[in-house]
């Protein structure tokens, strides 16, 4: 299946939807049914399941790829789309549960640890409430984040696995930009959750999980830190450089009203915005995938991955991010006074990638300074790593 091919075809009719998508603070019935006819949402999915287990890189392409068209339906693909990836880590009568009956179920997340899950025999009891659960709404199961109270010095950070009918979706979603991604809250009310379906955090960082067991290729033996993260800047990249494309279109055949007059496509300065944001864009795409691409060589090798590598990748995603923000910056600031209108594309894409840029996983500082702490000869120890 070739699912960039098939998502090309639909991109006419998701930017047509964009507008809709931020209307209803969700992205639109018809788009989310395209995408899984598409095969969207199977790219990561174990092939034992019905998915395609695709190379990462193609996932990241064509995330791009909706992004461009409309950054909030880009944004959801991405996260849903990543998810059959960590569920493929967890044991196999979890991945039972979710896929067994059919291929198709999307699962949404939010891992920060705002639940608390405490022991119950061979079950355990979760509760809590969690923020930014983005494609909730469309969601048949969800990750969620708890920590578990014991004798350690810290608590254990675990992720479970929870289906629909052991969750509530709480609608205050209503945000600046990525209006469109549904995030809403998700309320957890005490719930028994099986053992199979609690994953370790730790086992993130050691790169090992249950459901390698059954999962034997190179695509899960890939660090969370780093599948994840590039999960979340493919979208910001996506926005901006389709928003590149749409504002080389609008301004090709402009004239200023100011400034002397004359045709705007033959303003210098617009000239070297243009330039500046390619060059960023492309620096983003290039560093990404390279970097995707080596640990997936590793993996597929049997090599240990280099720490080295996992602190880089982690580097390149945020600066991706980075700049990706410098990039839509320069055109939103060349582009005039018409591109403050609300429904502007160049408006909704700049207000998007902002908007993406303030998840965790985007701390440039922090990543930077784990980076740093590295190459400085130094132990570095994080999840998303």
Not at 145 to 172: Q, S
Not at 309 to 316: A, G, I, N, S
Request: proline share 5%.
């Amino acid at each position: 299946m070739d699912v960039l091919t098939s998502v090309r075809d639909l991109l006419p009719g998701i930017r047509a939807r964009a507008a809709e998508a931020e209307e209803q603070r969700t992205v639109p019935d018809t788009t989310m049914k395209e995408l899984v006819e598409a095969g969207v949402f199977r790219m990561l999915q174990p092939r034992r399941y019905g998915g395609l287990e695709t190379h990462p890189v193609r996932f990241y392409e064509v995330v791009r790829a909706l992004s461009g068209a409309c950054g909030s339906t880009g944004w959801v693909a991405s996260i849903l789309g990543v998810h059959p990836w960590h569920v493929a880590l967890f044991d196999e009568a979890a991945q039972d549960d979710v896929w067994a009956d059919s291929p198709d179920h999307l699962v949404s997340s939010s891992y920060a640890p705002m639940g608390r899950l405490s022991a119950d025999g061979d079950r355990h009891r979760l509760t809590g409430r969690w923020s930014f659960s983005s494609g909730c709404d469309h969601a048949d199961w969800a990750l969620l984040g708890a920590l578990v109270p014991g004798a350690r010095a810290k608590p254990e950070f675990v992720t479970v696995l929870v289906p629909r009918r052991d969750f509530t979706v709480v609608d205050v979603w209503d945000p600046v930009g990525l209006r469109g991604t549904g995030s809403n809250d998700v309320v957890v009310e005490d719930v028994s959750v099986p053992a199979h379906r609690v994953l370790s955090n730790a086992e993130h960082a050691r790169l090992t999980g249950p459901g390698q067991a059954v999962n034997t290729g190179p695509l899960y033996r890939l660090p969370f830190g780093a599948v994840f993260t590039t999960t979340v800047t493919s979208p910001v990249v996506g926005a901006v450089a389709g928003c590149l494309d749409t504002y080389v279109d609008a301004m090709r055949d402009r004239t200023r009203d100011s400034l002397g007059g004359g045709r705007f496509a033959e303003d210098q300065f617009a000239q070297v915005a243009v330039a500046r944001a390619a060059s960023e864009i492309d620096a983003a795409v290039l560093q990404l995938d390279r970097n995707i691409c080596e640990l997936y060589d590793h993996a597929q090798a049997g090599r240990e991955l280099p720490m080295e590598l996992r602190l880089r990748t982690r580097r390149d995603q945020v600066r991706g991010t980075e700049r990706a923000l410098e990039a839509i910056d320069a055109l939103f600031k060349t582009a005039g006074g018409s591109s403050l209108r609300r429904g502007n594309p160049i408006e909704r894409a700049w207000r998007d990638a902002h908007a993406g840029s303030v998840h965790v996983a985007n701390d440039v500082e922090r990543a930077l300074a784990m980076y740093g702490r590295g190459r400085f000869g130094f132990p570095v120890e994080d999840n998303l790593v």
